[in-house]
């Protein structure tokens, strides 16, 4: 799967779409790291074998609160994440393909509830602060 996401990158960095370009190795990884945009927890998002959730702690120390992401539904997404979806299906990348989804999804955060946009928490996390 790494090697895909190289490809994808490839394709990104020729479109400059220079945000998702780095961001595409932690899709490859299942984990994003970001903050809530309201109380400023450090969250992780987590999508992989262990099910898709934010939570507010390490989870591979134990038991932590996680709460459910909530996906996008694939039909519904547009523009970059419909793109990278469909590129990914078919290309037979079916893991890959179900995190975006995810990562245009939203989640909530475990501390004081509030949902937001897990792509613009990543990408705001990503972005020089001006
Ligand atoms: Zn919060």
């Excluded at 039909?75 to 990278?84: I, P």
Aim: proline share 5%; with cysteine.
């Amino acid at each position: 799967m790494e090697d895909y996401v190289g490809l994808l990158q490839a394709a990104l960095a020729f479109e400059d779409v220079e945000v998702w370009d780095e961001h595409l190795d932690n899709l490859a990884q299942g984990e994003y790291e970001v903050d809530c945009p309201y109380c400023g927890v450090n969250l992780f998002i987590v999508m992989g074998d262990d099910g898709f959730f934010s939570c507010s702690d390490d989870y591979a120390l134990g038991d932590v609160e996680k709460t459910p992401l909530r996906p996008t539904a694939p039909a519904e997404l547009e523009g970059l994440a419909k793109q990278l979806h469909d590129q990914a299906l078919a290309d037979g990348q079916p893991v890959l393909a179900q995190r975006l989804p995810h990562l245009f999804g939203q989640a909530a955060c475990t501390d004081c509830g509030t949902v937001f946009s897990v792509a613009d928490r990543v990408v705001a996390n990503t972005m020089p602060s001006w």
